[in-house]
């Protein structure tokens, strides 16, 4: 590349970047303004008097609002629920990898069948069941039917299918058995994979947004998403503090994102491919 | 999944595993079983309760919920019936949205994934900023841009004002700005998602195709119709299919940035028969709704196949 051309270029994948990344530093700037700073017209870039007035009123709020009630409340669910797929998806995996059953093609099929069913589908019966479970309105209802998901079940099939074979075999040549074999074994190979689905599990989970807001009901068991569309409700054009709010969502994520970005997008692009 | 989508258009049977007998009888089913009461109890109970409940009249706060037989359904098509013009102005409105976003979503991805698919300092980075927004829920990038579109306070209207532009464009309650606004923010938004799909799809054509293009003298738009794009075939069958069912389903978007408006031009189908079932609890009737949609999607889909059967 001449140096023009280099230039050139990198000019534009920078400016491409300016397009997806200013305006979540708008999100973060603002939520650093005055109320009054915020509606100036024409906006100040940086905040001129940076304040934590946001915050402060985002954590002192009223009982409608309980943000970092929310924020524990969206940690719960997240860390529940990426576990929960962890244990169920990993074992149905390795059997669907690794062993031979009656019924192992339908069983396949109608899991791949579900993946093209948009889950909204069954949003009302869901609702109904949740309700027969008596999980309405309890984190229940957050961790527990998101982990039926296929995605977990196709992305580890996906990865034990490529694990070599030698090693379960010579286990089994020492009188393992299929329980000591998967966590002794499989498991343990299987590392990369599985804190890529944990981690893709848990953003899922943070960021469900119509689920929450249709099976919680009580301000004191939102989590994040429904809770800032509360916020929205509750601020209306108070922005910086429902900036605040929305840092506050975005933050664990974008960080989990940068300390884990290759895997993340390794395991959406692969599990896109070959799932 | 792109693999699944080649099975299924080929019909080939999956290839035989070369796994050894092993845990042959009730072991495999103990390994399933977790996995299997969670599917059952939320994706296949669900699956069929709906349908009985959109055969019923079923109010979620009344005791009784009679037995309507297809009622719910015919209601649908019933011009008279009271949720006859709202429904149908629900669909049109994911209609309109998917008409737009998919095409955006299908094309500027890919474009963004060619210009990743070259060698240069950076290129990590730069997937890694094209695909952050995408970490973000809906929710947050929801009320951001209902900020940022904010007619009066946005940072938007500001600088089209700054360089001349009107400063006054409805984003939020106006027509079309509404659908400019939703159908730009979520391509803002999944952009990144594609756009590595596309990435790794590019990475799996071999380089010798290429090589022998070159040695066919083909140019760079030659290349990229004989070469780039049957190489891409199941991935682009992937994108479409996945975008189209995604974008039917928008919600969050116009819950939090127009909220249906102007009146309930942006009131998507998804955001309708979630108001009608779980606002409102007329479930049977909102059950009907959702059988009806994912039979069209359905429909969409097979005629997605087909096309990308026909050009082989």
């Given at each position: 590349?001449g140096?023009?051309?280099?230039?050139?270029w990198?000019?534009?994948l920078?400016?491409?970047?300016l397009?997806?990344?200013a305006?979540?530093?708008?999100?973060?700037t603002?939520?650093?303004?005055?109320a009054d700073?915020?509606?100036?017209?024409?906006?100040?870039?940086?905040p001129?008097?940076?304040?934590?007035?946001?915050?402060?009123?985002?954590?002192?709020?009223?009982?409608?609002?309980?943000?970092?009630?929310?924020?524990?409340?969206?940690?719960?669910a997240?860390?529940?629920?990426?576990?929960?797929?962890?244990?169920?998806?990993?074992?149905?995996?390795?059997?669907?990898a690794?062993?031979?059953?009656?019924?192992?093609?339908i069983?396949?099929?109608?899991?791949?069948?579900t993946?093209?069913?948009?889950?909204?589908?069954?949003?009302?019966?869901?609702?109904?069941i949740i309700?027969?479970?008596?999980?309405?309105?309890?984190?229940?209802?957050l961790?527990?039917?998101g982990?039926?998901?296929?995605?977990?079940v196709?992305?580890?099939?996906?990865?034990?299918?490529?694990?070599p074979?030698?090693?379960?075999?010579?286990?089994?040549?020492?009188?393992?058995?299929?329980w000591q074999?998967f966590?002794?074994?499989?498991?343990?190979l299987?590392?990369?994979?599985l804190a890529?689905?944990?981690?893709?599990?848990?953003?899922?989970?943070?960021?469900?947004?119509?689920?929450?807001?249709?099976t919680?009901?009580?301000?004191?068991?939102?989590?994040?998403?429904?809770?800032?569309?509360?916020?929205?409700?509750?601020?209306?054009?108070?922005?910086?503090?429902?900036?605040?709010?929305?840092?506050?969502?975005?933050?664990?994520?974008?960080?989990?994102?940068?300390?884990?970005?290759?895997y993340?997008?390794?395991g959406?692009?692969?599990?896109?491919?070959?799932? | 999944?792109?693999?699944?989508l080649?099975?299924?258009?080929?019909?080939?049977s999956?290839?035989?595993?070369?796994a050894?007998r092993?845990?042959a009888?009730?072991?495999?089913?103990?390994y399933l079983?977790p996995?299997?009461?969670?599917?059952?109890?939320?994706?296949?109970?669900p699956?069929?309760?709906?349908l009985?409940?959109?055969?019923?009249e079923?109010?979620?706060?009344?005791?009784?919920?009679?037995?309507v037989?297809?009622d719910?359904?015919?209601?649908?098509?019933?011009?008279?019936?009271?949720?006859f013009?709202f429904?149908?102005?629900s669909?049109?409105a994911?209609?309109?949205?998917?008409?737009?976003?998919?095409?955006l979503?299908?094309t500027?991805?890919?474009?963004?994934?060619?210009?990743l698919?070259?060698s240069?300092k950076?290129?990590?980075?730069?997937?890694a900023?094209y695909?952050?927004?995408?970490?973000?829920?809906?929710?947050?990038?929801?009320v951001?841009?209902?900020?940022?579109?904010?007619?009066?306070?946005?940072?938007i209207?500001?600088?089209?004002?700054?360089?001349?532009?009107?400063?006054?464009t409805?984003?939020?309650?106006g027509?079309?700005?509404a659908?400019?606004?939703?159908?730009?923010?979520t391509?803002?938004?999944t952009?990144?998602?594609?756009?590595v799909?596309?990435?790794?799809?590019?990475?799996?054509?071999?380089?010798?195709?290429?090589?022998?293009?070159?040695?066919?003298?083909?140019g760079?738009w030659?290349?990229?119709?004989?070469?780039?794009?049957?190489?891409?075939?199941?991935?682009?069958?992937?994108i479409v299919?996945?975008?189209i069912?995604?974008?039917?389903n928008?919600?969050?978007?116009?819950y939090?940035?127009?909220?249906?408006?102007?009146g309930?031009?942006?009131?998507?189908a998804?955001?309708?028969?979630?108001?009608e079932?779980?606002?409102?609890?007329?479930m049977g009737?909102?059950?009907?709704?959702?059988?009806?949609?994912?039979?069209?999607?359905?429909?969409?889909?097979m005629?997605?196949?087909?096309?990308?059967?026909?050009?082989d």
């Amino acid at each position: 590349m001449g140096r023009f051309r280099g230039i050139a270029w990198y000019s534009l994948l920078g400016l491409l970047s300016l397009v997806f990344i200013a305006p979540i530093v708008w999100m973060l700037t603002t939520s650093f303004k005055s109320a009054d700073e915020a509606t100036r017209v024409p906006p100040t870039i940086l905040p001129a008097d940076p304040t934590s007035s946001a915050y402060d009123t985002l954590f002192t709020g009223d009982s409608q609002t309980p943000v970092l009630r929310w924020f524990l409340n969206s940690l719960v669910a997240a860390t529940g629920q990426a576990l929960l797929v962890l244990i169920v998806a990993s074992m149905a995996a390795y059997a669907l990898a690794r062993m031979e059953f009656r019924g192992k093609k339908i069983v396949f099929a109608l899991i791949i069948a579900t993946l093209f069913v948009p889950i909204f589908t069954l949003i009302i019966p869901n609702f109904l069941i949740i309700d027969r479970l008596g999980w309405l309105d309890s984190l229940w209802a957050l961790i527990v039917p998101g982990a039926a998901s296929a995605f977990g079940v196709f992305f580890l099939r996906q990865f034990f299918l490529g694990l070599p074979r030698e090693l379960e075999e010579a286990a089994l040549l020492e009188g393992a058995n299929s329980w000591q074999i998967f966590t002794k074994v499989i498991l343990p190979l299987s590392k990369p994979a599985l804190a890529t689905l944990a981690v893709i599990s848990f953003l899922t989970n943070w960021n469900d947004f119509i689920w929450p807001v249709y099976t919680l009901f009580s301000p004191d068991n939102f989590t994040l998403p429904p809770g800032l569309g509360t916020l929205q409700g509750a601020y209306n054009i108070n922005y910086p503090v429902i900036m605040a709010g929305a840092a506050l969502a975005s933050i664990p994520a974008l960080i989990l994102f940068m300390v884990s970005q290759r895997y993340i997008i390794e395991g959406v692009s692969r599990s896109g491919l070959k799932g | 999944m792109v693999d699944v989508l080649e099975t299924a258009t080929t019909s080939a049977s999956a290839p035989a595993t070369r796994a050894p007998r092993r845990g042959a009888g009730v072991t495999p089913y103990l390994y399933l079983l977790p996995y299997a009461l969670l599917f059952t109890t939320f994706t296949l109970v669900p699956a069929g309760y709906g349908l009985w409940i959109s055969l019923h009249e079923w109010d979620y706060l009344l005791p009784g919920k009679p037995f309507v037989g297809l009622d719910n359904y015919q209601a649908l098509f019933d011009s008279a019936s009271p949720v006859f013009d709202f429904f149908w102005q629900s669909m049109q409105a994911t209609a309109i949205f998917t008409v737009f976003s998919v095409p955006l979503l299908v094309t500027v991805p890919l474009a963004i994934a060619l210009l990743l698919n070259r060698s240069f300092k950076g290129r990590t980075f730069f997937r890694a900023v094209y695909f952050a927004p995408y970490v973000l829920g809906v929710a947050v990038i929801g009320v951001l841009w209902r900020f940022l579109l904010d007619p009066n306070l946005g940072a938007i209207n500001a600088m089209l004002g700054a360089i001349g532009l009107p400063d006054d464009t409805a984003w939020t309650t106006g027509l079309p700005w509404a659908w400019i606004s939703l159908v730009g923010v979520t391509v803002w938004w999944t952009l990144g998602f594609n756009a590595v799909i596309y990435l790794a799809g590019l990475q799996d054509i071999p380089r010798e195709l290429y090589d022998a293009a070159k040695v066919d003298g083909a140019g760079r738009w030659a290349e990229f119709r004989h070469v780039t794009l049957p190489g891409l075939r199941p991935v682009l069958l992937f994108i479409v299919i996945n975008t189209i069912l995604a974008s039917s389903n928008m919600f969050g978007q116009a819950y939090l940035i127009t909220q249906g408006a102007p009146g309930v031009e942006t009131r998507t189908a998804i955001m309708y028969i979630a108001e009608e079932g779980l606002r409102n609890y007329r479930m049977g009737s909102a059950a009907a709704m959702s059988y009806l949609l994912t039979l069209g999607l359905l429909l969409v889909s097979m005629i997605t196949f087909r096309l990308f059967r026909e050009k082989d």
